[in-house]
């Protein structure tokens, strides 16, 4: 089944944007970024700031763009059945060039997982293509544990990479 992605999240404002690969099914039939309840990726981002995630989607939202990031993903459209990511074919992806044009505060591309991180590669190429964005590779906040990464506070200590690109 073909799956599309979201339109991105930002503002003038943004200074990091978080790129995962493909909304999974649970965020699909939510409409929501990261709607699969047992993701990791809310209370990473809310505790990197000492906060808990609040109830309701669109307060999430504002509470990432009012910290300087923005959303959105390096497919934007592929065949897949269920969630996961090695299920993903003929991807087709996202303007992520004409996004940064239009945002040149971007300072920071976040991949969120290596399935984000490595479809930039094998699209955009590992050249400076984007200009002089800094680039994180960070882990997945997918609930999946993996040998280094069993929790969400795991995540968190790799994911304050992130803060110094938002000041």
């Not at 200074?15 to 699909?28: F, I, K, N, Q």
């Not at 809310?46 to 939202?61: I, K, M, S, V, W």
């Not at 592929?78 to 087709?92: A, H, M, Q, T, Y």
């Not at 200009?131 to 544990?145: E, H, M």
Request: aromatic share 10%.
């Amino acid at each position: 089944m073909r799956v599309h992605s979201f339109p991105p999240v930002i503002d003038e404002r943004a200074r990091v944007l978080v790129l995962g690969s493909m909304p999974g099914t649970a965020s699909l039939e939510k409409h929501q970024y990261y709607g699969h309840p047992r993701n990791y990726f809310w209370p990473v981002l809310y505790g990197l700031f000492d906060r808990t995630p609040d109830a309701g989607y669109e307060n999430r939202l504002a509470f990432a763009q009012s910290h300087r990031f923005a959303l959105w993903d390096v497919i934007a459209s592929c065949e897949r059945e269920g969630s996961l990511d090695v299920n993903i074919k003929g991807e087709l992806p996202n303007d992520l060039p004409g996004l940064i044009a239009q945002y040149p505060g971007i300072r920071c591309l976040a991949f969120n997982g290596s399935k984000a991180h490595d479809t930039f590669l094998k699209v955009f190429g590992s050249d400076r293509v984007l200009g002089s964005i800094d680039r994180l590779k960070l882990p997945s906040t997918s609930p999946v544990p993996t040998p280094r990464m069993r929790n969400a506070a795991d995540r968190m200590e790799v994911w304050r990479a992130v803060l110094p690109f938002i000041g």
